[in-house]
């Protein structure tokens, strides 16, 4: 099974015009990709926009963040 990529679930370039749009469409990105991870560790654990997972090398920590327009998620702000 393919690795999730963080470019498979990267939504930089999606605008939102309100933080609760954001945050919804970002609930329904955490839960598609729990499950995806469920699929791979079944033993995959979810602590509200934190999904951690593990194979036999490895622990991967993902977080899903909404971010104002004026923050570059580079570190930088515009």
């Known amino acids: 099974m393919k690795r999730p990529s ?3 679930w990267e939504r930089l ?3 939102y ?4 749009e954001c945050e919804e469409a970002l609930a329904l990105d955490a839960d598609i990709f729990e499950i995806y991870l469920k699929q ?6 979810r602590h509200g926009k934190v999904i951690l997972s593990h ?3 490895y622990l991967y920590g993902y977080e899903f963040s909404c ?6 998620p580079r570190g930088g702000s515009r």
């Open 13 to 15: 370039n999606k605008v």
């Open 40 to 45: 791979r560790d079944p033993d995959t654990k």
């Open 55 to 57: 194979d036999a090398s």
């Open 67 to 72: 971010l104002r327009d004026t923050v570059d």
């Open 17 to 20: 015009q309100t933080l609760a």
């Open 6 to 8: 963080v470019n498979d």
